[in-house]
């Protein structure tokens, strides 16, 4: 079946830097995408989303970018913290929103 | 508010054994679902409901049942455990009105060996 992926399974920046995650999708059909940040012995926490009529929006310090026609998503941390250190995963859902399939998660590494 | 709940924190099983994970949550939220999550690997949806009496199949829901008799409670339960059922199992709920992720909240996970 079709499934979410991402590109970098580990990725270790610095601090202040800016980080990019990057996240691809197969169906073309899905049409609402979720990125969600988990800290180790957590569930999962909502960061972002954005809906299939968009190509951006922008949070506080996240960026989400999405990109149609080569079914990629991304999501930009600005001015990356120790605190933003995580495993983010990206999902998709088509429809109704019952169902979320999740990618299977880049893990970010902050260095101070 | 508590928020999601879930009980037993860590549980080790044996083979063939039975156990019931607990998911409570007090916020009101019509739509509960349980995922979980293996090494390396993203949540799967195991099973959902959208309202009391009300439950649905996700994307890997053999070995497991649920129920949902109130809008606070959905346990899920294990009838033989297997080793292939460890995990780490994550319970979520969030209005259903909308459609917005935003609102799902997350519990903080029950981790299940099955030896």
């Known amino acids: 079946g079709e499934s979410v992926g991402l590109h970098l399974p580990t990725l270790s920046v610095q601090e202040g830097d800016n980080s990019i995650i990057n996240c691809a999708y197969s169906n073309s059909a899905s049409d609402y995408f979720i990125w969600y940040k988990q800290e180790s012995g957590k569930g999962p926490q909502f960061i972002i989303d954005i809906r299939s009529n968009m190509d951006k929006r922008q949070g506080q310090r996240v960026t989400v970018l999405l990109n149609k026609t080569v079914k990629h998503l991304s999501l930009q941390i600005a001015a990356t913290q120790p605190g933003d250190s995580a495993v983010y995963f990206c999902?998709?859902?088509?429809?109704?929103?019952?169902?979320?399939?999740f990618g299977k998660g880049t893990l970010l590494t902050v260095n101070p | 508010n508590a928020g999601v709940t879930q009980t037993p924190k860590f549980q080790v099983l044996k083979t063939g054994q039975s156990m019931t994970l607990q998911c409570a949550q007090d916020?009101?939220?019509?739509?509960m679902s349980w995922y979980r999550q293996d090494p390396g690997m993203g949540l799967r949806l195991i099973h959902y409901?959208?309202?009391?009496?009300?439950?649905d199949q996700g994307e890997v829901p053999n070995g497991y049942n649920v129920s949902r008799s109130t809008t606070e409670d959905f346990p899920l339960r294990l009838l033989s455990a297997a080793p292939s059922q460890t995990s780490v199992y994550f319970c979520a709920s969030r209005i259903l009105a909308g459609g917005n992720q935003e609102t799902q909240y997350f519990g903080p996970g029950t981790r299940l060996l099955v030896l």
């Open positions: 409901s959208v309202g009391a009496g009300i439950t």
């Open positions: 999902a998709e859902n088509i429809g109704s929103n019952y169902k979320l399939t």
């Open positions: 916020m009101n939220h019509e739509y």
